[in-house]
């Protein structure tokens, strides 16, 4: 204890390296906004009518990471706010995070935190959602007022919830008499509106701002304005700034990268006790903030989301191939024994490109000749992330405890494990199951609770998947057993199978998930 105090005490004594940390935080908001006076312009033409109490068009706000969007939102409208106070204009500006889960996982929680802005606490759950929507309206239309809305990282809130609440949202004018709402939507990803009901996307995206993402040069002067702010005179290192620019100028001009990396450099060196910040502390700092940063996406994302990795991940610890098509089969397997519904193969193939952005998994598209192509996969995330990865998917699906395991143990009956023995036997190359080893044991929380998930439904393959996991039965002598719940009915019978991968009469029932014929 004595040690611990007396390392305290000499760090309050020593002097830091940093004078105002918060300059290199992502939501600060500078007195100047460099190289974005056009975007600002831009965003200020739009939303000024607001000072004149007539309703702004909506507008919706495009960029990758880090190129300045939320900052230069955040800088206009709040200037706008000061020159409406100062006039006596009733101008309310609310800003919200769609990304945070207990705010915007829910239409009714995106409502309810709406209405909190505007004095109307509403219960966290219990009102339909009328009824909430009710409760909003008449808060904000008690006085005349303008309300710009602000939907930061508008993107996800359609990934959790859809687009029936931007729906609503756009109409909500219709429903007032005193006050208009104009909607201002930020997001990271350009095609976005694309995918968006096209009644949404017309009144949603009246107006749109892209913004380009920062050169090299560009970074290195925001970076060295805000480091003279930051940090002592001369403890950064020459060429410390350069190389900064340089990392975030690869990851497409992200500027928030930039500023990130610049302050956990200060960090590191502090900690390794040294008087300067140098190149060394740039790269362990990079090293640090990937960890960090798919940690934190990993973290966010949606249920579905954790299945599908969960599936992959236990794929790979199996065997050496890992394709599209072998995940789905698992990936339904685990819904079924987690009480989710399964998602459509296609959008599954989505999530797997996605994680494959991400640089979570690495998918490459190979060709399997007459059988066409399909994607491998293989986990793109280092040896020393694993183990957290998997604690984040535990938790989130609630994967440990005896609770966990009934579901599985119950699926898994010793009937079931014998056809896929059986089916096994016909070829000695494929992967062996063996019966005897999948027991109480191997569904232990230490074993995630699926692993004999993966051991009952991974499929004897010879059968190849196309490019988006699509089952090509053409030479299906021995057919791909996929989901846990239908295993049985599904045993190999010969070539006599019915081809419905490719057979545009049929289609997928969206209750059962099984195909059927059209009528």
Do not use: W
């Amino acid at each position: 204890m004595a040690d611990i105090n007396e390392f305290f005490t000499n760090y309050i004594k020593t002097e830091s390296l940093f004078l105002d940390k918060a300059v290199l935080q992502s939501n600060y908001i500078p007195g100047e906004i460099q190289h974005r006076e056009e975007q600002i312009k831009h965003v200020a033409k739009i939303v000024a009518p607001g000072l004149r109490l007539e309703r702004p068009s909506n507008v919706f706000i495009y960029g990758k990471t880090g190129t300045g969007k939320t900052l230069t939102v955040k800088h206009t409208l709040t200037s706008m706010q000061e020159v409406a106070k100062q006039q006596g204009i009733p101008l309310r500006v609310v800003y919200v995070n769609c990304k945070l889960k207990r705010i915007a996982d829910t239409e009714y929680r995106l409502i309810a935190e709406l209405a909190k802005h505007f004095g109307k606490p509403l219960p966290p759950t219990g009102l339909p959602t009328d009824e909430i929507y009710s409760a909003f309206y008449k808060a904000i239309d008690r006085e005349k007022q303008i309300i710009i809305l602000i939907l930061d990282e508008i993107d996800q809130l359609v990934r959790k919830i859809g687009d029936e609440i931007l729906y609503n949202l756009t109409r909500i004018n219709t429903d007032l008499k005193n006050a208009q709402v104009a909607i201002v939507g930020i997001s990271n990803d350009l095609i976005f509106s694309n995918n968006l009901d096209p009644r949404v996307k017309s009144s949603l995206a009246e107006e749109e701002v892209v913004f380009p993402p920062y050169n090299a040069l560009q970074l290195q002067q925001i970076l060295l304005s805000r480091s003279k702010i930051a940090f002592r005179e001369s403890v950064i290192q020459e060429g410390v700034i350069q190389k900064c620019a340089a990392y975030a100028a690869r990851e497409h001009g992200d500027a928030r990268r930039a500023l990130e990396l610049l302050r956990v450099a200060g960090e590191v060196a502090e900690r390794s006790e040294s008087k300067q910040i140098t190149i060394m502390h740039i790269d362990e700092a990079e090293d640090k903030i990937e960890r960090d940063k798919i940690v934190e996406v990993v973290q966010t994302q949606t249920k579905q989301f954790h299945i599908i990795l969960h599936a992959i991940l236990l794929l790979a610890t199996k065997r050496k191939n890992v394709f599209t098509g072998d995940v789905y089969d698992v990936y339904r397997a685990v819904c079924t024994h987690s009480g989710q519904r399964p998602l459509t193969q296609r959008r599954v193939s989505d999530i797997i490109a996605e994680m494959d952005m991400l640089g979570i998994i690495n998918a490459k598209v190979i060709s399997k000749g007459r059988f066409g192509r399909m994607r491998e996969i293989s986990i793109g995330l280092s040896e020393s992330l694993l183990p957290q990865i998997r604690d984040i998917i535990a938790r989130e699906l609630e994967l440990s405890g005896p609770a966990a395991d009934e579901p599985i143990q119950e699926a898994i009956s010793q009937e079931k494990l014998e056809v896929f023995a059986k089916d096994d036997t016909k070829d000695s190359t494929k992967d062996d199951i063996n019966t005897s080893t999948i027991s109480s044991s191997a569904l232990s929380s230490d074993a995630m609770s699926d692993d004999s998930i993966v051991g009952a439904t991974l499929h004897v393959m010879e059968e190849s998947h196309n490019e988006d996991g699509d089952i090509d039965t053409e030479n299906n002598s021995n057919t791909i057993i996929g989901d846990l719940d239908v295993a049985s009915e599904r045993i190999t019978t010969s070539n006599s199978t019915e081809d419905t991968a490719e057979d545009p009469s049929f289609e997928e029932d969206s209750n059962t998930g099984e195909s059927r014929k059209n009528r």
